[in-house]
């Protein structure tokens, strides 16, 4: 399977931007969907945003508008814009991959970034 190692989190004000990177090696071919994944402190990991190979994406419904998934196919690398970010956006992100379609669903994905902490200030 794919290694994943993400990069660009930090501490931002409410209102302002990150940018969040993912490069993945190794296995890369085996690789369909790539997303972000996130968990607040004391929660569950859910699903922020997924991007097929294709440039089909899918969002959480609590993100739309604000961030943005893209990918570059020939760097092997996907990125999630992060703007108009609110103390609620606070945790750790993590960059996942799996071999079929995108799903809102941390079982379905087989492999993980490390993850990169967000923390936004009010």
């Known amino acids: 399977q794919a290694q994943l190692v993400e990069s660009g989190g930090g501490l931002v004000q409410a209102g302002g931007s990150l940018r969040l990177s993912c490069a993945a090696s190794?296995?890369?071919?085996?690789?369909?969907?790539m997303g972000w994944f996130r968990q607040p402190p004391g929660k569950e990991r859910d699903f922020v945003a997924g991007i097929v190979r294709n440039g089909i994406t899918s969002y959480a419904d609590s993100v739309k508008g604000r961030f943005t998934i893209s990918r570059d196919n020939v760097k092997n690398t996907v990125y999630l814009q992060m703007n108009s970010l609110k103390p609620e956006d606070t945790a750790v992100y993590y960059c996942?991959?799996?071999?079929?379609?995108?799903?809102?669903?941390?079982?379905?994905?087989?492999?993980w970034g490390q993850g990169t902490q967000v923390t936004v200030s009010s």
């Open positions: 190794g296995r890369t071919l085996s690789i369909s969907t």
């Open positions: 996942a991959a799996r071999p079929g379609l995108s799903a809102p669903h941390v079982g379905r994905y087989n492999a």
